[in-house]
């Protein structure tokens, strides 16, 4: 049992896997390409089959998988009777529309895009009857929607076809978010999201006051999937899919969903007022109003669509009386409808395949020219009409059994009553299926000269047509141990199964025999109907749901272009408004403790710095047109900055902040020679104002939380401690910002220079593309302004001081970077200082001058350096520890005194070689910006070389 | 101190707001660095504030400030500058593409067509 437990997952597993074959296998053939999206179906059935004797034994397979246990999402298959039951309907019939589907489709159509859809929609919903777990079960039953959504509008080019595929995406969706908040209630009052769990949990749930809200949630989105009244109207718009996705997905599977989580929660949800009310309801309210629509509609397709929403509707009804009795017939009427709509859709799909229309008025007369379809057909329409000896017939005469025996709302006989008058209509239009269609004369303008298909395409039909007659002769030989273990799950006992042609002159009998005679007349009498129909005004539900959606559609519309228009100060003001909104609304909920710091004395030289701080903060808003003058300010600020490190007791702090200015600076300047030098006053006083009262509400909104902090200690331990105390023991270094960098928090830091090399390459990739396109053009026909420059662009001194500073820069880039573990210093701050040092060469020769003397490519850089830092995380690896897990220890050379060595260390080496890359790589693009501008590429070192010139002069 | 250090967290947040609201796309860049700044004083202040007391271990020392904030903080410092090097890139990309540095819509394209 253990090891047939196993397959459940792989069951579900295989569709979803299988689904990359038939995109492959296309090139081999269409032939090829079925049979390899057959395989896995019939792969999931053999399973299924093994798995199949111990559950009509009685038992219950599970297996579980532990994926998110702090979600409660865990991988927890079941399979009982009712997943069998359905299992085997979604893996069986999936075989037999692939089989008609290859008939069916035609050369233009792709058919691997179809296959690998019909396969992720097949897994989608195995997964569904499979899933234990309720969360598990809701990730399956968004897939279904999303996949369905798929199937139906896979001919793109028919607008009914998006259409359809979108309201069908949109009710079915909103109702699985309906389902969500539904399941989630229901997890947390039976307190387990394991359905083995909730179902044994029905007097908690039904006691608790929120069974009511959660029932509701449910059943939404067990009637929208299973088009219950009012949401009825999406299932004959998606018959704009190709004939066998309306076979598969809108009679046999995905449109069971909802009646399979109906059937699924029965134990737990059923038998109150409410359910009954609720449930049974709408499904007879369904029944009747489908039946009567299915009546007067000319499309096959919409015929057999409104028909099956009426069969659904009756199951929906079954399933809400709520008695054991009523569960096993709509257990055993889920397995005939699947045999004969299946099958009639199949047929109409054939009819439409060789006539060229499924229009009832253009048919007519077929029988003589399609003989096997014709029977085929006239089997399955009379099963849905409840003929006898047909399977359709005896669930139906169980349901009026059923039906007969329930007070509804009025006197005793209401519910009776309508469940006639809605067989009545079944009859009338399953009459009207064979009669319109086979029957009469035969004419003479069809669009196309019908035949029967050949022996591929009617097989799968003709298969279920002999389902159809056999269970309805032997009903207990061949669907009488399934429907008994399927109800026994449903109803978590064992029901007393027996099914039986003839129950004597009870009153089912009688009711059976009006709506067979009546839908009789009611046929007889359809011309005359039909006019009153179409005379008659009725609500059309596209309309309504085109309306409801566009004016949707408008509001959000209305809303994000209200909040976010495409200019950055109106996202920027919304953003920092609710920000403040936010803040003020979480200082609100709080109290604020007394001070327990004592503030710090304010000595002379930081409270110069600070008004030096805010003198150029204040002078850069005020200037910040005039650009120049504006960065200068900003230097200012950064070097305060920087300087408040250093006061702060943050070394390391201060001197990347110092060397981050640097870079930033240049940078700036160097984009600054494209940019306009001013600019220009656009905005009015009124936005001014209203931005400098946003501007002063943030300031002292973050002013206040800061020095209220600030005041205080902290309100839990942190795990700084720890940090401190563990940094020279288990990381070897002494400078604890350090160990914490690239030993303690080694991914944090592993992923940020990641995101540093990715941002580089962004920069060239930007400006590779602008340089492309007009900008690129732009720039090459660029008159430059005539702005004061200096004579000479690469100076002699400057030329002659940063050669000789090169050296001494790049040691002492290798001092801070060796110094790292131990002192203030490290990969980051070397990385900049190294960059600032090759920069000097750049703004003395030129880029050009300096790249032609680069060997390795900044690209490159940046690669080696995440690659060593990965090498020495997975290093780790062989010593059988976590990644990036550290190690260190000391060499001593005899001359010298002690020596460390760290794997951190190497890690360091990466962060050093990918900061080094990316900053250089961000310069090397906006140089390249400058030589497409023409500035012109120096070949000399230097403008004016007094040794060359005095060469020359020899 | 504390006073000290919080005014200048607020007046540069003030400064790096306004900035930012501005039409232009280098004020708008000027305001984002004023913005790092502070953000970035501010996570360091979290650990509050001490004076000589750098979170590098000595013998015989017991006294050291957080250590962790600065950690985080020297990270954002990074991150930070290649976040500005690419809005730089951006801002040179758009005005060089349309010469225009503007960073509102112009009136045409404010309502674009929906629908389906």
């Known amino acids: 049992m253990e090891t047939v437990a196993g397959f459940l997952p792989i069951i579900a597993a295989l569709p979803f896997l299988g689904a990359l074959l038939p995109g492959l296998m296309i090139q081999a053939g269409r032939n090829t390409c079925a049979a390899f999206t057959a395989a896995p179906t019939i792969l999931a059935i053999t399973l299924l089959l093994i798995c199949a004797p111990a559950v009509m034994r009685g038992e219950v397979l599970t297996f579980g998988l532990d994926w998110l246990p702090s979600l409660c999402l865990n991988v927890n298959f079941m399979l009982d009777g009712l997943g069998l039951l359905f299992a085997g309907l979604i893996l069986g019939i999936g075989l037999l529309i692939i089989l008609y589907a290859r008939f069916y489709l035609s050369r233009e159509d792709p058919m691997g895009q179809f296959y690998t859809y019909l396969l992720l929609f097949q897994g989608a919903m195995v997964g569904i009857v499979l899933s234990d777990n309720i969360l598990l079960l809701l990730i399956f039953w968004e897939l279904t929607s999303l996949s369905s959504f798929l199937l139906i509008g896979y001919w793109k080019h028919l607008p009914e076809g998006r259409q359809g595929a979108r309201m069908a995406l949109t009710v079915t969706g909103l109702g699985g978010l309906a389902m969500i908040a539904g399941m989630l209630i229901l997890g947390q009052i039976a307190g387990s999201h394991d359905l083995s769990v909730i179902l044994t949990q029905k007097e908690a749930i039904q006691a608790s006051p929120m069974y009511l809200p959660a029932l509701i949630l449910i059943l939404l989105g067990c009637f929208t999937k299973s088009a219950q009244f009012p949401f009825h109207f999406w299932l004959p718009h998606a018959m704009a899919a190709p004939t066998p996705v309306s076979a598969y997905l809108h009679s046999a599977t995905m449109v069971k969903a909802g009646l399979f989580l109906m059937a699924r929660m029965w134990p737990v949800l059923a038998g109150t007022p409410e359910w009954f009310w609720i449930v049974a309801s709408t499904g007879l309210i369904t029944m009747v109003m489908a039946a009567k629509i299915a009546l007067f509609k000319d499309d096959l397709k919409a015929l057999l669509a409104f028909s099956t929403v009426s069969h659904l509707g009756l199951i929906t009804m079954l399933l809400g009386l709520g008695t054991r009795a009523a569960a096993v017939v709509a257990v055993f009427h889920i397995i005939n409808h699947a045999t004969f709509k299946a099958a009639l859709f199949m047929t109409a799909g054939i009819i439409d395949h060789e006539a060229h229309s499924r229009d009832i008025k253009r048919l007519g007369g077929l029988r003589h020219l399609m003989p096997i379809t014709f029977t085929i057909a006239t089997i399955a329409a009379l099963s849905m009409a409840g003929i006898p000896p047909l399977n359709g017939y005896l669930s139906k005469e169980m349901m009026l059994a059923e039906v007969a025996e329930t007070h509804w709302i009025g006197p005793a006989w209401t519910m009776g009553a309508l469940a006639t008058l809605g067989a009545l209509f079944s009859v009338a239009y399953s009459f009207r299926y064979i009669a319109h269609v086979f029957l009469g004369r035969e004419r003479s303008d069809y669009p196309a000269r019908p035949h029967d298909p050949g022996f591929g395409m009617w097989a799968a039909p003709g298969i279920l047509a002999l389902l159809v007659v056999l269970i309805g002769i032997m009903p207990m030989t061949f669907a009488g141990d399934l429907v008994r273990v399927t109800a026994g799950a449903v109803t978590q006992s064992d029901p007393h199964v027996k099914i039986y042609l003839w129950h004597g002159f009870v009153p089912a009998f009688w009711m059976s025999v009006i709506a067979v005679l009546g839908g009789a007349v009611l046929l007889w009498l359809h011309a005359p109907m039909a006019r009153l129909w179409e005379a008659t005004p009725r609500p059309e539900a596209k309309a309504m749901f085109d309306a409801l959606t566009s004016a949707a559609t408008r509001g959000a519309t209305a809303l994000t272009d209200g909040l976010h228009n495409g200019a950055l100060m109106r996202n920027a003001a919304v953003f920092s408004v609710t920000v403040l909104v936010a803040g003020w609304l979480a200082w609100q909920g709080g109290t604020v403790q007394p001070p327990t710091r004592a503030a710090l004395p304010v000595t002379p030289v930081p409270a110069m710095g600070w008004l030096l701080l805010v003198v150029a903060t204040g002078l850069l808003v005020v200037y910040h047109r005039a650009r120049f003058t504006a960065l200068v300010l900003i230097g200012v600020v950064g070097l305060m900055v920087s300087l408040g490190f250093v006061y702060f007791s943050a070394p390391d702090l201060a001197m990347t902040q110092i060397s981050v200015e640097v870079v930033t600076i240049i940078l700036l300047l160097l984009a600054l020679n494209f940019l306009p030098r001013e600019t220009p006053v656009e905005s009015t006083p009124g936005r001014r104002a209203r931005d400098t009262i946003i501007a002063l509400a943030g300031g002292v909104a973050v002013a206040g939380l800061s020095y209220a902090i600030l005041l205080r200690d902290f309100a839990q331990e942190s795990i700084s401690a720890f940090h401190l105390a563990n940094s020279y023991k288990g990381g070897g270094g002494t400078n604890v910002v350090n160990v914490i960098l690239v030993d303690f928090r080694g991914y944090d830091t592993y992923g940020e220079i990641i995101v540093l090399g990715i941002a580089a390459l962004v920069i060239f990739a930007l400006t590779e593309a602008v340089l492309r396109g007009p900008g690129g053009r732009w720039l090459a026909n660029w008159d430059r302004p005539e702005l004061p420059e200096a004579g000479d662009r690469h100076p002699l001194m400057m030329v002659v001081a940063t050669r000789v500073m090169m050296p001494i820069s790049l040691m002492v880039g290798a001092y801070i970077f060796l110094r790292g573990h131990n002192e203030p210093g490290g990969g980051f701050i070397a990385g900049l200082i190294v960059a600032i040092a090759f920069l000097m060469q750049y703004m003395a020769s030129g880029y050009a001058w300096a790249e032609a003397r680069q060997r390795v490519t900044n690209h490159a850089t940046i690669g080696i350096g995440v690659l060593i830092a990965t090498v020495t995380g997975l290093g780790a690896w062989l010593a059988g520890r976590p990644f990036l897990t550290s190690d260190y220890g000391y060499l001593h050379f005899p001359p010298i005194e002690e020596f460390e060595w760290a794997t951190a260390m190497a890690f360091d080496v990466g962060v050093f070689l990918t900061v080094l890359g990316a900053v250089m790589l961000a310069l090397q693009s906006l140089s390249s910006m400058a030589r497409r501008a023409g500035e012109t590429v120096n070949i000399e070192p230097m403008d004016i070389d007094p040794t060359r010139d005095s060469e020359e002069g020899r | ?116």
Request: net charge negative.
């Open chain 2, 1 to 116: 101190m504390e006073l000290l250090m919080a005014s200048a967290i607020g007046v540069m947040t003030a400064a790096g707001l306004y900035l930012v609201l501005r039409l232009r796309t280098f004020p708008v860049i000027l305001g984002l660095a004023l913005l790092t700044y502070a953000v970035n004083f501010f996570l360091f202040a979290s650990g509050r504030l001490v004076v000589n007391a750098p979170p590098v271990l000595r013998d015989g020392v017991e006294r050291y400030t957080d250590p962790l904030p600065q950690a985080l903080v020297l990270t954002a410092i990074v991150i930070s500058f290649g976040m500005t090097a690419v809005v730089v890139m951006m801002a040179l990309g758009a005005y060089l593409s349309s010469r225009d540095d503007d960073v509102s819509l112009p009136p045409e394209d404010e309502s674009p067509e929906g629908g389906a």
